[in-house]
C-alpha cells in the first residue's frame, strides 16, 4: 500500500524557519514528480511547490526566494524548507504525488494527511 506521510510542521514566529518532509512508502515503481499544497482557514487548497523526478523545481509566486523544495530519489522524500516565514503562510500543508505502484498499470494521485504550520509571535 502506498502512502504519503509528511513532518516537521510547527508554530514559528514570524522571520523563523521550518523544514518539513514527505516520504512515500510502500511498493512503489516509480513517481512523477512531487508537490505541496497547502490549505488555510477559509481558504482552498493551492499549490505551493512542486519537484519533478529530475529535480526540476517550481514556486508559487508568495514564496518565490523564501521556500525551497529539494529531493531525495533514493528515499522517495522530498523537502520543503521555509524560511522568513510570514503570518500568512500559516496552513496545513499538504505532500501530493503521482505514484506507480508494482502491479499498476498507470499512476494514481496520491496525497498525505497533512502537516500544521503556524506562524505567529
Known amino acids: 500500500q502506498v502512502q504519503l506521510v509528511e513532518s516537521g510542521g510547527g508554530l514559528v514566529q514570524p522571520g523563523g524557519s521550518l523544514r518539513l518532509s514527505c516520504v512515500a512508502s510502500?511498493?512503489?515503481?516509480?513517481?512523477?514528480?512531487m508537490s505541496w499544497f497547502r490549505q488555510a482557514p477559509g481558504k482552498q487548497r493551492e499549490l505551493v511547490a512542486g519537484i519533478t523526478s529530475g529535480g526540476s523545481t517550481s514556486y508559487t509566486d508568495p514564496v518565490k526566494g523564501r521556500f525551497t523544495n529539494s529531493g531525495d530519489n533514493a528515499k522517495n522524500t522530498v523537502y520543503l524548507q521555509m524560511n522568513s516565514l510570514k503570518p500568512e503562510d500559516t496552513a496545513v500543508y499538504y505532500c501530493?504525488?503521482?505514484?506507480?505502484?508494482?502491479?499498476?498499470?498507470?499512476?494514481?494521485?496520491?496525497w498525505g494527511q497533512g502537516t500544521q504550520v503556524t506562524v505567529s509571535s
Open positions: 501530493n504525488a503521482d505514484i506507480r505502484a508494482y502491479g499498476a498499470m498507470r499512476f494514481y494521485n496520491y
Open positions: 510502500g511498493s512503489i515503481f516509480g513517481i512523477n514528480g
